[in-house]
């Protein structure tokens, strides 16, 4: 698996991040997360419901900076954000995800 510099997840994303709200970054998010789930083009991120409010603020902070990737967040039947992009942009939103939780692969 590829080690993504800064430099290389802002390429990649083609994000503004200068543009960006205030608004929580993903290690608020850790805490909420249950289970990672990626694939080619999506990787969807379940949540506790405690973590409700972040994740709504952090998901529209995102989508201000990011706004050429699909950030939708759903509550039926589970708290979960379904982040939709190009492959090689989901390779790169993997930093989103803290260590030690795993990214499960699906097809």
């Known amino acids: 698996m590829k080690t993504w510099r800064e430099e290389d997840i802002i390429e990649v994303l083609g994000c503004n991040f200068d543009a960006r709200p ?3 970054g993903r290690e608020a998010l850790a ?3 249950n289970r990672v789930l990626q694939a080619s083009t999506t990787l969807t991120i379940e ?3 405690a973590g409700r ?3 709504e603020a952090f998901v529209r902070a ?3 900076c990011c706004s050429n990737v699909d950030w939708k967040l759903q509550d039926i039947p589970e708290l979960k954000l379904i982040i939709t992009a190009e492959p090689q942009q989901i390779l790169a ?3 989103l995800i803290p260590t030690p939780i795993e990214i499960e692969e699906v097809q």
């Open 93 to 95: 939103l993997r930093y």
């Open 53 to 55: 409010e972040v994740a």
């Open 62 to 64: 995102e989508r201000v």
């Open 47 to 49: 949540f506790d419901p």
């Open 31 to 33: 805490p909420f997360i």
């Open 22 to 24: 205030d608004g929580p």
